[in-house]
Each structure stands twice: as structure tokens, then as C-alpha cells.
């Protein structure tokens, strides 16, 4: 199974990391995290953020790669979730927001692939 983990910035990463090498180790599934750079972002902090999984699959057995691009999110998203075979996309999503205006949500509406959205707050549950 492949499972791509698209990261919005470390300090989200960092809210997910564990719980998305988890799911990974139980589906003994392969990941591919995926950041997209923002304008002013660098490759190297694009590095950082996919390096949070990296750190986090440490010792699991899961297999971890990283990928940095450009472009628009969701075709970005959608298109890397495409080259890599994906079965499934696991992301985050931030509370306080609308699902409606969730990218999660426009990432669901535009793809075949399924997903599925990790709240960064899950540990408060």
C-alpha cells in the first residue's frame, strides 16, 4: 500500500508525524510526504518539514520518501498522489474551520484517490 502525506509547514507536521507513521506501520504501508513550497519558501525549509515523518518512522520499518514542488496545492497534491500510485491521501486539517473550506475538502471533491483527514488537535480527544 502507498499512502501519500502531503505536510503543510513542520509545526503541523510535527502535530500528525506519529500518528501518521502508526497508520502506516498497521497498513504496512509505504509514504511519500509531500510538501508544496509556498512563494517565499525555500527548498531547504520544504526539506524540513518532510524530514519531521523522516524522524518520526525512526526504528518503525516504515518507509519513508519526501518530495518538494511547486505549483497549485490541490493539483499538486493531486497529481503527485497520481505518480506515486497512491492508494490513499492522509492529511491534516486545522480546526476552527469550515469543512467546506478545508483544502482537505477540495483535495475529496477533485480526486479518485480516498483521503483522509487527521485533525491536529486528535491527541486532545
Known sequence: M???VPTAGEEAAVEIADYVILVARQ???ELTVLHILKDDESKAN???CCAVFLEAAHDTG????SKVATGNVVDTIIAAAKEINADLILMGASSGAVVE???SANVMDECEIPVLVVPHCYRQF
Open 27 to 29: 497498513l504496512d504501508a
Open 62 to 65: 516504515v518507509s519513508v520518501t
Open 2 to 4: 502507498k499512502i501519500l
Open 46 to 48: 520544504g526539506r524540513d
Open 101 to 103: 473550506n478545508w483544502l
